[in-house]
Each structure stands twice: as structure tokens, then as C-alpha cells.
């Protein structure tokens, strides 16, 4: 009993592991952004509409996707939000006059190829995406 | 379509012309709402609508167009439609249309029909779709008094302000405009009702400005607002002048995760001098001061739910036990998403005393003191 115990406990983490790498997330963002680094709640605060502009890095424009794995695993690892909730910030502020709605896109290189030629651009992607063009910026 | 419609047509258009002449990449965005209410209440009828027979009298839609120019500029126009039982049009008008400059963080400036941030729903009250509420606290966002009350013609100064690793950021706003009463909505009709008819439009000028810490605690912000605004007409006997109103916020929000939770107090300090021809200027004062605390929580992805309770009373009348000058109301609400186009709202209301939302036209045998009214909505986003 105790082995069975044990093969289904490691089967359990094998499988946590292994979503979890299939949907890992790398935050990219044009190469004439200064920062090199960025916090979640800097990363919440851009992607929310709170901000324009990360501490050390200047005016950034967040890019998103339209869904995907690796659209639900960066809501849930860094906005902490749903899909709707963070639809109705970005709403409140375009339909009281305060923001356009960022740029999204149905596919990842879609995504990379905006970033690379838009100054100031920020986005995600998963690990596996090829992201020529861009930089990675490391979450703190 | 009013000179104000074209105008903000013409400089939005212009503007897209431009861009595409440039050859640059466009960011031209459409996106609009509709809502459609159904309600329905005791003996008293309720903002204008015969809610004691049951209505659906309340209908609204907006559309907005705007176009991120350059990295710095943003222009953009939104028309608004309300149709309010009695009040509200048959033609859409005006709700902002605006160039938005943006110079750094700390420093940027909006100019033309701008909104006025007040509090935490003004400049987002009129937005159905972002919060769960059908009816946000009657007596200091009332749906049948908004119109006059969410933009000016003028300018704006915003930014935000880095306090310091520790200490949170400073959001402020500062405007200066002019404004006009709406012709036909609750602020019209209470004067007509306490005898005032004008001989045309109504309005002034209106200073004020907003501070918003964002608190080092994630989801916590705090605040005050102050509204100042003036107005001056003509009646169809003599002449109306109400001197510089102080209309003060003070509010506190806390958002994380699925839970919310806000409170904010105001108060209004007004005066007016009514002047009939061939007699005595007449000065009467009016103190208002209102409060709400709402909570709600998301219990899934879709389906949120919560209450509110609200007061406002008419500190400056004589007798505040009389029901036409306090106004209390227990709600219980609740928002379901049906997808990222449609939702749905269902909400509860427990209302006590008369000072907000009732009008003697729609209520010709008086008023009881008590309100029970139920709000079903149904509205589409895009």
C-alpha cells in the first residue's frame, strides 16, 4: 500500500511538473525597453491599465493574447484575475475616455513579430515559442 | 445632430486622416455597449419610470471611436444614449471627445469634453458594464442626475507621482471647465417641480480636482475629490443664480483577488439666489452630506455577488424626520458574464424615506415612505 501511495504521489508531481512546463511564461518586450527586470505588481499594474510606465524601464505598451495556454497560465500566475475581470478594467478605462484597449493577437508569433518592430511594446509567450526580435525581461 | 456631434466627428476624423496620410501603424478602435432594464416596485414610482406598474423604460447604449495616434497622443469621441422614462432623449449626445497628450508619468493633459474624475464611479458611471451594480447609491450617483454631473468642456491635468518603494504612488487629476444642466433629466425636473422654469440653458463653470494614493498594500487606494461648479440662467420670470457649490468626496477601495470592498462619504454645500422680477433676490442654502459601503466577491469566473447600503439626508432642512428629506437604501446585487459579449444583472432594493429619485409628475397622490424595487438587466458589450 505504502508503494502504491508512493507511485501515485510521484505521478501526481510528474503530472504538476509537466503542465507547468508546458505553460510557462517569458514576458518579452521590445529591445529598446530599458528595463531588464520586472516585479509582479509592476506586471499586474501594466497589464491592468494602472500604469503606463514600469520604474525602470520607461513608457511600455502591454501586448496580449486572445487565449491559449500560455494566456491562462499568465493571468493566473501574474494578473491574478480572469479573462472578464481584466477585460472590465481595460473597459472602464477606454469607455471613460482614458486608454485605448491594448493590442491582442490569436497567435504567439504574431505576437513576437508586433513586439520586435513596436517601440516600447511588452508582452508573454510560452518558453517554447520562438522569440527572435525581442528581449526577455526576468520577473522579480 | 447638434454642432457639439459634428465637431467631435469632425476632429476625430481629421485626426484618422492624418494618421493614414502618415503612413504609420493605426490603432483605431470601436467599441460600444447596450443595456436593457426591466424593473419593478411598490407604490412608488421610481427615477421617472412608472416602477410601480413594472417598466422597461430604461434602455441605454454608447459607442466610442478612438484612434492612438503616436505614442504620446490619443484622440477619441464617445456618443451616449439614455432613455430614462420622462428623461433622457431620443438622440444621442456628447458623452466625452477629447485629445489626450501624454508628456511623461508624472505629467499629462486632456482637453475638449473631458470627464471628470470624482469620487470613485463619476467618471465611470455612466459605464454599466464595469461594475456589478444596476443602480449605483441613488443620492450621490443617481442615474436620473448624472448627465450633468460626468464632463466639462475644458481641460485636464493628470498624472502619477512615485511616492517612494514603501510609501505607494500619488494619482491626481485637476481640471477646469465649463458644463450645462442637462435639459431633461432629475436636476431639470426638481427645479421645474420647486417652480424654477428656465428660459433656456443653464450652466457655468466648474474647477475641482482628485488625489488617489495607491496605497503600498496591493488592492488598497484612498482619496478625496472636490467639486466646485457655479451656474446662472434665466427663468421665464426673473433670474437664477446659484454661486460656487463645494461638492467634497472622501473614499477608500480595497481590490484583491475576488473580493471587493469601498466606502466614500461626500457632501454638498449649495446655494442659490432666485430673483423674480419686481421683487427680492431669495437665498436658500442646501447640505447634503451621503455615504456608501458595498462589498462584493466573485464567486466563480462568471457569476459575482454583493450589497451595498447607502444614506443621504437633507442636513439643511428643518425636519429630518420628514421622509422627503433622507433617503436609505439596503441592496443586494449580482452580475453573471455569459461570455466576454453578453451579462446579466439581478438586484434588490429596500428603500427608506423620499429625498432621492422621486418626482412629483410620476407620483401625483404622494409618496410612501418605503420602496421595494427589483432591477433585472440584460447588456451586450463590444
Same mark, same amino acid.
Given at each position: 500500500?505504502?508503494?502504491?501511495?508512493?507511485?501515485?504521489?510521484?505521478?501526481?508531481?510528474?503530472?504538476?511538473?509537466?503542465?507547468?512546463?508546458?505553460?510557462?511564461?517569458?514576458?518579452?518586450?521590445?529591445?529598446?525597453?530599458?528595463?531588464?527586470?520586472?516585479?509582479?505588481?509592476?506586471?499586474?499594474?501594466?497589464?491592468?491599465?494602472?500604469?503606463?510606465?514600469?520604474?525602470?524601464?520607461?513608457?511600455?505598451?502591454?501586448?496580449?493574447?486572445?487565449?491559449?495556454?500560455?494566456?491562462?497560465?499568465?493571468?493566473?500566475?501574474?494578473?491574478?484575475?480572469?479573462?472578464?475581470?481584466?477585460?472590465?478594467?481595460?473597459?472602464?478605462?477606454?469607455?471613460?475616455?482614458?486608454?485605448?484597449?491594448?493590442?491582442?493577437?490569436?497567435?504567439?508569433?504574431?505576437?513576437?513579430?508586433?513586439?520586435?518592430?513596436?517601440?516600447?511594446?511588452?508582452?508573454?509567450?510560452?518558453?517554447?515559442?520562438?522569440?527572435?526580435?525581442?528581449?526577455?525581461?526576468?520577473?522579480? | 445632430?447638434?454642432?457639439?456631434?459634428?465637431?467631435?466627428?469632425?476632429?476625430?476624423?481629421?485626426?484618422?486622416?492624418?494618421?493614414?496620410?502618415?503612413?504609420?501603424?493605426?490603432?483605431?478602435?470601436?467599441?460600444? !455597449?447596450?443595456?436593457?432594464?426591466?424593473?419593478?416596485?411598490?407604490?412608488?414610482?421610481?427615477?421617472?419610470?412608472?416602477?410601480?406598474?413594472?417598466?422597461?423604460?430604461?434602455?441605454?447604449?454608447?459607442?466610442?471611436?478612438?484612434?492612438?495616434?503616436?505614442?504620446?497622443?490619443?484622440?477619441?469621441?464617445?456618443?451616449?444614449?439614455?432613455?430614462?422614462?420622462?428623461?433622457?432623449?431620443?438622440?444621442?449626445?456628447?458623452?466625452?471627445?477629447?485629445?489626450?497628450?501624454?508628456?511623461?508619468?508624472?505629467?499629462?493633459?486632456?482637453?475638449?469634453?473631458?470627464?471628470?474624475?470624482?469620487?470613485?464611479?463619476?467618471?465611470?458611471?455612466?459605464?454599466?458594464?464595469?461594475?456589478?451594480?444596476?443602480?449605483?447609491?441613488?443620492?450621490?450617483?443617481?442615474?436620473?442626475?448624472?448627465?450633468?454631473?460626468?464632463?466639462?468642456?475644458?481641460?485636464?491635468?493628470?498624472?502619477?507621482?512615485?511616492?517612494?518603494?514603501?510609501?505607494?504612488?500619488?494619482?491626481?487629476?485637476?481640471?477646469?471647465?465649463?458644463?450645462?444642466?442637462?435639459?431633461?433629466?432629475?436636476?431639470?425636473?426638481?427645479?421645474?417641480?420647486?417652480?424654477?422654469? !428656465?428660459?433656456?440653458?443653464?450652466?457655468?463653470?466648474?474647477?475641482? !480636482?482628485?488625489?488617489?494614493?495607491?496605497?503600498?498594500?496591493?488592492?488598497?487606494?484612498?482619496?478625496?475629490?472636490?467639486?466646485?461648479?457655479?451656474?446662472?440662467?434665466?427663468?421665464?420670470?426673473?433670474?437664477?443664480?446659484?454661486?460656487?457649490?463645494?461638492?467634497?468626496?472622501?473614499?477608500?477601495?480595497?481590490?484583491?483577488?475576488?473580493?471587493?470592498?469601498?466606502?466614500?462619504?461626500?457632501?454638498?454645500?449649495?446655494?442659490?439666489?432666485?430673483?423674480?422680477?419686481?421683487?427680492?433676490?431669495?437665498?436658500?442654502?442646501?447640505?447634503?452630506?451621503?455615504?456608501?459601503?458595498?462589498?462584493?466577491?466573485?464567486?466563480?469566473?462568471?457569476?459575482?455577488?454583493?450589497?451595498?447600503?447607502?444614506?443621504?439626508?437633507?442636513?439643511?432642512?428643518?425636519?429630518?424626520?420628514?421622509?422627503?428629506?433622507?433617503?436609505?437604501?439596503?441592496?443586494?446585487?449580482?452580475?453573471?458574464?455569459?461570455?466576454?459579449?453578453?451579462?446579466?444583472?439581478?438586484?434588490?432594493?429596500?428603500?427608506?424615506?423620499?429625498?432621492?429619485?422621486?418626482?412629483?409628475?410620476?407620483?401625483?397622490?404622494?409618496?410612501?415612505?418605503?420602496?421595494?424595487?427589483?432591477?433585472?438587466?440584460?447588456? !451586450?458589450?463590444?
Amino acid at each position: 500500500m505504502k508503494k502504491l501511495s508512493l507511485i501515485c504521489l510521484s505521478l501526481a508531481v510528474a503530472l504538476t511538473l509537466a503542465i507547468r512546463a508546458q505553460a510557462q511564461v517569458l514576458i518579452i518586450a521590445n529591445p529598446g525597453v530599458k528595463a531588464d527586470a520586472v516585479s509582479k505588481s509592476e506586471l499586474r499594474d501594466v497589464f491592468t491599465g494602472e500604469t503606463k510606465n514600469l520604474k525602470e524601464g520607461g513608457r511600455v505598451m502591454p501586448v496580449l493574447l486572445q487565449g491559449g495556454a500560455a494566456h491562462e497560465a499568465f493571468l493566473n500566475e501574474y494578473i491574478h484575475m480572469s479573462e472578464t475581470m481584466m477585460q472590465t478594467c481595460w473597459r472602464r478605462l477606454a469607455f471613460s475616455g482614458q486608454s485605448t484597449m491594448p493590442k491582442s493577437f490569436a497567435s504567439e508569433a504574431e505576437l513576437v513579430a508586433y513586439i520586435a518592430r513596436t517601440s516600447g511594446a511588452i508582452g508573454y509567450v510560452s518558453s517554447a515559442t520562438a522569440h527572435d526580435g525581442v528581449k526577455t525581461l526576468t520577473v522579480k | 445632430m447638434s454642432r457639439s456631434v459634428i465637431g467631435a466627428l469632425a476632429l476625430v476624423l481629421g485626426t484618422m486622416t492624418a494618421t493614414a496620410q502618415s503612413g504609420s501603424d493605426q490603432n483605431l478602435q470601436i467599441h460600444g !455597449f447596450a443595456t436593457q432594464s426591466v424593473l419593478k416596485g411598490g407604490a412608488n414610482n421610481y427615477l421617472g419610470m412608472n416602477t410601480s406598474s413594472g417598466t422597461t423604460a430604461w434602455s441605454e447604449a454608447a459607442v466610442n471611436v478612438q484612434d492612438q495616434v503616436s505614442d504620446k497622443l490619443r484622440v477619441g469621441v464617445q456618443f451616449h444614449y439614455i432613455r430614462l422614462g420622462a428623461f433622457g432623449g431620443d438622440t444621442p449626445t456628447v458623452d466625452w471627445a477629447l485629445g489626450d497628450y501624454t508628456i511623461n508619468r508624472w505629467l499629462g493633459l486632456r482637453a475638449g469634453k473631458v470627464k471628470m474624475r470624482w469620487g470613485l464611479y463619476n467618471d465611470t458611471q455612466d459605464y454599466d458594464p464595469g461594475y456589478m451594480w444596476s443602480l449605483l447609491p441613488e443620492g450621490i450617483y443617481g442615474v436620473d442626475f448624472r448627465a450633468t454631473d460626468l464632463s466639462q468642456n475644458g481641460a485636464e491635468l493628470y498624472g502619477s507621482i512615485q511616492l517612494g518603494k514603501k510609501a505607494g504612488d500619488l494619482d491626481y487629476s485637476v481640471y477646469f471647465g465649463y458644463y450645462f444642466d442637462a435639459t431633461n433629466d432629475g436636476i431639470m425636473e426638481s427645479l421645474n417641480e420647486s417652480g424654477l422654469v !428656465f428660459n433656456g440653458s443653464v450652466g457655468g463653470k466648474t474647477p475641482g !480636482f482628485d488625489l488617489r494614493w495607491k496605497t503600498p498594500l496591493r488592492g488598497l487606494k484612498a482619496g478625496g475629490s472636490l467639486m466646485a461648479y457655479d451656474a446662472k440662467g434665466n427663468l421665464t420670470n426673473g433670474t437664477y443664480l446659484q454661486p460656487l457649490a463645494y461638492w467634497q468626496a472622501y473614499y477608500a477601495q480595497y481590490e484583491h483577488r475576488k473580493v471587493f470592498l469601498s466606502y466614500q462619504y461626500t457632501r454638498l454645500v449649495q446655494n442659490q439666489i432666485v430673483t423674480i422680477t419686481g421683487t427680492a433676490p431669495a437665498t436658500s442654502s442646501l447640505k447634503t452630506p451621503s455615504w456608501f459601503a458595498m462589498g462584493g466577491y466573485h464567486i466563480s469566473d462568471k457569476l459575482q455577488a454583493g450589497a451595498y447600503y447607502t444614506s443621504f439626508t437633507v442636513a439643511s432642512a428643518a425636519d429630518k424626520n420628514d421622509p422627503a428629506n433622507y433617503f436609505h437604501d439596503w441592496v443586494a446585487s449580482s452580475r453573471y458574464d455569459i461570455d466576454s459579449y453578453f451579462y446579466a444583472k439581478l438586484e434588490g432594493h429596500l428603500i427608506h424615506g423620499n429625498a432621492a429619485g422621486f418626482y412629483g409628475f410620476n407620483n401625483p397622490n404622494g409618496l410612501n415612505t418605503e420602496t421595494n424595487l427589483i432591477v433585472a438587466k440584460i447588456g !451586450f458589450i463590444f
